[in-house]
T-cell receptor, first 109, second 113 residues
């Protein structure tokens, strides 16, 4: 079983719609959680950290469910520029980040 | 304020050769992590350098080695290249104040033929 699992997609979503995807992690001792965004053939960029109380940044909302060991990302009023791969990242009790393979999102006009 | 820089951007090598990739961290950052990203996969952690020492290592063979210099810049060396080493190599920098908020360079795309 992979340590961090994501639905690879692609999620094809019309512009203006709301889209959500989850990421599950296997280590219950995981302490920190992040969402990164990666455009095609570019480097990953930090989108947001995920706190126990949830985190909202404009149209983006991230939630953590420790009991079920998953984190989610919700994007409201999606824009064409939101098209990218979204990577879920988990940190355990060390300096190493464990990365999911990413969920590809395509926003259509 | 310069972000993370990497060189070269692209590289083509043949099997058995050796390669050195370079990274300069974002200003104010003292920690450098290296990742390998194959097409369609998430980044795989190679190792992390802090205070000129390897602080943590992922599941990569000894053919992968690194170094950090006093100015916090870093090098990744790969010996005896294999076809499977073809990938995008990413360098990420962070600070001790926010160790998990990593900022990535544009990467070096290595092709082994």
């Amino acid at each position: 079983r992979k340590e961090v699992e994501q639905d690879p997609g692609p999620f094809n979503v019309p512009e203006g719609a709301t889209v959500a995807f989850n990421c599950t992690y296997s280590n219950s001792a995981s302490q920190s959680f992040f969402w990164y965004r990666q455009d095609c053939r570019k480097e990953p960029k930090l989108l947001m950290s995920v706190y126990s109380s949830g985190n909202e940044d404009g149209r983006f909302t991230a939630q953590l469910n420790r009991a079920s060991q998953y984190i989610s990302l919700l994007i409201r009023d999606s824009k064409l520029s939101d098209s990218a791969t979204y990577l879920c990242v988990v940190n355990e009790d060390n300096y190493q980040l464990i990365w999911g393979a990413g969920t590809k999102l395509i926003i259509k006009p | 304020d310069a972000g993370v820089t990497q060189s070269p951007t692209h590289l083509i090598k043949t099997r058995g050769q050796q390669v050195t990739l370079r990274c300069s961290p974002k200003s104010g950052h003292d920690t450098v992590s290296w990742y390998q990203q194959a097409l369609g996969q998430g980044p795989q952690f190679i190792f992390q350098y802090y205070e000129e020492e390897e602080r943590q290592r992922g599941n990569f063979p000894d053919r992968f080695s690194g170094h950090q210099f006093p100015n916090y810049s870093s090098e990744l060396n790969v010996n005896a290249l294999l076809l499977g080493d073809s990938a995008l190599y990413l360098c990420a920098s962070s600070s001790t104040q926010a160790p998990y908020e990593q900022y990535f360079g544009p990467g070096t795309r290595l092709t082994v033929t």
